[in-house]
T-cell receptor, first 111, second 114 residues
Framework: DQQVKQNSPSLSVQEGRISILNCDYT??????FLWYKKYPAEGPTFLIS?????DKNEDGRFTVFLNKSAKHLSLHIVPSQPGDSAVYFC??????????FGTGTLLAVQP | SAVISQKPSRDICQRGTSLTIQCQVD?????MFWYRQQPGQSLTLIAT?????????ESGFVIDKFPISRPNLTFSTLTVSNMSPEDSSIYLC???????????FGPGTRLLVL
């Protein structure tokens, strides 16, 4: 049972445009949702999170939207930059602080 | 955020041998987590390591295969025992943030088993 799903394995966007990465979940007990960015040969880097009681959180170029009724969240990056090219993972976190990760989306930002 | 280091950064091992991975944190933390990322896959939690008690393993992972030590609040080791090529993965440790709403990850150990 995959509790967190990222249905798009890859996404290509032009520099300066908006990148939208999507994530769906099935576990209603998650307290937080998180987005991580991962470069090859490095550990994941925390980007932004959102509490399950919120519907939006913004930090600079990154905004996460949460739609609880649809069990869907999305990460918006605007404007996209070539340095944003990486694999993006969404994850859910519950009472035990364990992270359940999605399968990741490879974002390529074209100059 | 916590600064986390792992040793070794990468290794190539023969099947049937064991490898111990070290994780060092620059601050004291109660919980440490060990994850695995198999090629092309997502990150999967192996176990939670608490200081002073036995690690708690997730479904599909057992202590005999992945023994964990947690001798103090800044250090942990994960051993991958009796390795097979299927154990070729990136192994990562992580620690929760102060409020516990996120985790910070080490750089990972890239393991290739031949």
């Amino acid at each position: 049972d995959q509790q967190v799903k990222q249905n798009s394995p890859s996404l290509s966007v032009q520099e300066g445009r908006i990148s939208i990465l999507n994530c769906d979940y099935t576990n209603s007990m998650f307290d937080y949702f998180l987005w991580y960015k991962k470069y090859p040969a490095e550990g994941p880097t925390f980007l932004i999170s959102i509490s399950s009681i919120k519907d939006k959180n913004e930090d600079g170029r990154f905004t996460v939207f949460l739609n609880k009724s649809a069990k869907h969240l999305s990460l918006h990056i605007v404007p996209s930059q070539p340095g944003d090219s990486a694999v993006y993972f969404c994850a859910g976190s519950g009472a035990t602080n364990k992270l359940i990760f999605g399968t990741g989306t490879l974002l390529a930002v074209q100059p | 955020s916590a600064v986390i280091s792992q040793k070794p950064s990468r290794d190539i091992c023969q099947r049937g041998t064991s490898l111990t991975i070290q994780c060092q944190v620059d601050s004291q933390v109660t919980m440490m987590f060990w994850y695995r990322q198999q090629p092309g896959q997502s990150l999967t939690l192996i176990a939670t390591a608490n200081q002073g008690s036995e690690a708690t393993y997730e479904s599909g992972f057992v202590i005999d295969k992945f023994p964990i030590s947690r001798p103090n609040l800044t250090f942990s080791t994960l051993t991958v025992s009796n390795m097979s090529p299927e154990d070729s993965s990136i192994y990562l440790c992580s620690v929760p943030s102060g409020l516990g709403e996120t985790q910070y990850f080490g750089p990972g150990t890239r393991l290739l088993v031949l």
